[in-house]
């Protein structure tokens, strides 16, 4: 690293460690005005009081019994949206009443033109323009983390987690029970939600934060009992006390959840003669989910061989570069409780910006029960499963000592084995062995949620036999991290975040070689200097880290970090990881108009000076970022990005070989919206980036038509053009080349283009039974021409072949750097021109018959076809997809939840 590189870096982050001037000053905590009534009542008024039931309750959305009629009423709201701080131009009143079984809410939502009342039915957690009633609960009364539940006026359901005092994740589902109801003067809503659903300290009488949302569609009008400013952060931090609640007796939290599925699968693109599959398949399964409540702050969720056949597939991806494509998760055993696990280094902060900078994610579950990884020998036929078996999971998560909140998941995943036939004869061969998966998160809370400490670790542990697999996968890998946050100051206006961590893997000589030359290291690049392949190396450590300061608070914005990763941090048997060998630091702020003014709702204008470097000291990007958002008084969005990048170096462009250099380039981007709240909603933007010799036009639009209040249409087409002028090809040996090193590394110009779409059918007949439908056609065509040579190391030269002596034969795409006369020897180059098509669609019928059970239908299809025809025509497109094979598979799951 040179001199002035390292000025920089220690200039940044002397910077992110100093507070500003103003930090100083005293002010008022925050979370005494937090909860603070909005019309200027005393702080200590600020509650809401449950009252024990008298009577039986029916959950229809009807307030027609006489025990709402015993509680205490609660009216006192305040408009956070469109006019922070106002009256709200409707009333709700909310009564709250508990027994020993559960806690009971009720709202009535008047409405001076109820027949203006915005009721569009979805299934659950659907993100729909509606009037909608929201609870939210923070039980444990640390001020930070919670549930909310929620009904719209159609009668749609809402639950998830709160986290981090400003985040909320839908993903988390209870088993509660809402109804809804229309009457003459708004709608009213009911809520029953028992105790089993919460977590809680076990005490003679409870205080718990509570809050309440409506949002009044037709005026985008948000009301909350306790709001947060727009100009601030602190969400959980501002909930008013819930008190009354005393000397219940909830029963311990037990839920079993057995399921048994069929599976018929009809599949063409079988090859003919093969021994294990004749086309079709049939077969049945069983397995069962568990949660039980430990204690009354821990809860055991676990699960005997899961299955996950109602989830929606995976888009296709053209993948042409040299890292791993991410996948979001959709298992529901996986996706419940990830916050404990996935908020790793995000605590405290509010925001978290990253330029060309991808956090390493230390779990990713999806490599639980991934497709096995294993080479096969050489077949002619091969049956492989679709996943590694897992044999069985748990998880515990809670909170212990007070202000310890505590996770972890425990996996064990099967050897699997592929079937194979070769010379008529049928064999086997391991192809994943059993497999440990291990995940410990702990994290301390301290008072007031002003620092925060934690820590998570990983273990993975495969359990080998003797075979071949002992050279391809690691045998053994640890990662462990250590996160927090601090406020700088009284007003929780500045907040410094951070994580630290470390990796350790283990394996055979010749599996930490490949480990080493991987596109995620590529220790073999000869220019590099400060990293170096060992081929005798057993084991490899590294580490990596970043810390960052957010403003949390005012009109002016700060967002600022450095992050370093080391060369030989790897946390990819568990987690998933982009790169390796970077450091990494941006400076950002900005400015934002919050209220309406004569033109716009909102405003925001964002800008950033970013840079990244290697560990040997050069930078691989740098650059200047600028970015305006804004909403219209239509409610019609723009957002507005540009961005320059100068002349750096590119480490990973020969795949392992010398450094060359990216020429400048300048983005731009437009994204626009129309109103959200119409039936008919239009979304569309265009993104391109434009270099020297490298061209990229992407362009989308999504429309969504909502025809019925209960169904929806969205299409979202989107087209990409892109013309890369040195797209990978190969590299080829020859001790003269010596400007590369004894290497020739090959590219090409590539023509790309990809024609995508994506149709999406939401019908919902009632809160329960609803149909969904997902189809993504796509067809991608890459055109490869000019092949050439990299002409220098640190250079962005190229030697074309067919010119200067050498030649270069398009039919058999033989080359010859220096023609038949010179001493270089002819190499042919492989042939990666492609026409690809695919179509890949699900359809889900799915019923909840009794809370938390549910019966799902399910189809789903996927077809491709490639060839290396590189032109694209829209009928013959359409006419290879229409005959391109296809598998087809029908899937009928019954999953019972019942509570011994």
Known sequence: MTSSQFVLLAAIFALLCTPPPSLGQSAEPLDRT??????????????????????AIQIDGRLNEQAWLQGTTMDRFTQRDPLEGAQP????????????????????????APDSVVARLGRRDAELEADRFVVFLDPYLDRRSGLYFGLNAAGTLYDGVLLNDDWDEPDWDGVWQGGVARTGDGWTAEMRIPYSQLRFYRQEEYVWGVNFLREISRKQERDFLAYSPRNESGFVSRFWDLVGIRSIQPERQLEVIPYVTTRVDFDQTVEQGNPFHDGSRLGMDAGADLRLGLTPNLTLNATVNPDFGQVEVDPAVIN???????????RPFFIEGASNFDNFGYGGASNNWGFNWGNPQFFYSRRI???????????????????TSILGAAKVTGKIGGSWNVGTIQAMTARERADLYQDARSFDAVVEPPTYYGVYRAQKEFPDGRQGLGV???VNNRFFTGDVLEDQMNARSLAFGVDGWTFLDPSKTWVLTGWSGASHVRGTPERLLQLQESSLHYFQRPDAGHVEVDSSATSMTGWSGRFAVNKQRGRVIFNSAIGAISPSFDVNDVGFQWRSDILNGHLGGGYRWPDPGRFTRSAAVLGALFRSFDFGGRTTWTGAWARAEIELLNYYRLDVVLAANPETVSTTRTRGGPITLNPPGVEAGLQVSSDRRRAFVLRGGINTYQAEWTRNVNVSVDAEWKPAANVSLAVGPSASWNYEHSQWVDV???????????RRYVFAEMDQLTLASSLRLNWTFTPRLSFQLYAQPLVSVGDYENYKELARARSYGFRYYGENASTFDPVTLEADPDGPAGPAAPFTVPKLDFNVASLRGTAVLRWEYKPGSTLYFVWTQQRSDSTEDPRLAFQPALDQLRAAPMENVFVIKLTYWFNP
């Not at 909005?38 to 009081?49: I, K």
């Open 34 to 55: 937090a909860r603070e009534p909005a019309n200027g009542a005393q702080a200590e008024a600020a509650v809401v009081t449950a009252v024990p039931l008298q009577g």
């Open 89 to 112: 131009t409707e009333r709700t009143v909310v009564t709250v009443l508990y027994d020993d079984e559960a806690i009971y809410v009720a709202a009535h939502l008047y409405d001076s």
């Open 320 to 330: 042409l570069s040299d890292t791993e494509t991410f996948f979001s998760e959709k």
């Open 369 to 387: 029960g991934r497709s096995p990884g294993g080479e096969l020998p050489e077949n002619e036929f091969s049956r492989i499963p679709e996943s």
């Open 456 to 458: 998570l670790s990983t």
């Open 732 to 742: 080829f040996h020859d001790e003269l080349a010596q400007e590369t090193f004894g």
